[in-house]
């Protein structure tokens, strides 16, 4: 799951591991994703503009057993709540979701 209130980045997440998933193609059909062919799993990305979504996804998803395994989790999402708000609800629904924080500002001031 990539959750961030910009459009544009949520497009290079999934440019990026579309590249992932269907390989690139290019001199000599190489891949470099199948140095290990068969081992690499699947890629599913679901993606949010906002907080709230998310957590609505995350609980949809715990709902029908199929959790994610994975969110990339923007710090400042205006108007909506905050990253860490949002990773405290996440972590609420599945405490076994990996979370990694993104953001563009150079340094975040704990509360």
Do not use: W
Not at 7 to 32: F, K, M, Q, T
Not at 43 to 69: M, Q, R, V
Not at 84 to 106: C, G, H, N, Q, Y
């Amino acid at each position: 799951m990539a959750v961030d209130d910009d459009e544009d980045l949520l497009n290079v997440y999934r440019a990026c591991l579309s590249l992932y998933d269907e390989g690139i193609e290019g001199e000599g059909d190489s891949n470099p994703f199948d140095v290990f062919p068969g081992m690499l799993p699947e890629i599913d990305l679901a993606t949010c503009s906002s907080g709230e979504a998310a957590i609505a996804l995350i609980k949809k998803a715990d709902e029908d057993n199929t959790p994610f395994d994975i969110a990339f989790i923007d710090i400042q999402m205006p108007p909506g709540i905050d990253g860490i708000t949002t990773a405290e609800e996440i972590r609420k629904i599945d405490p076994d979701i990996l979370l990694s924080f993104v953001t563009s500002f150079e340094s975040i001031h704990p509360a």
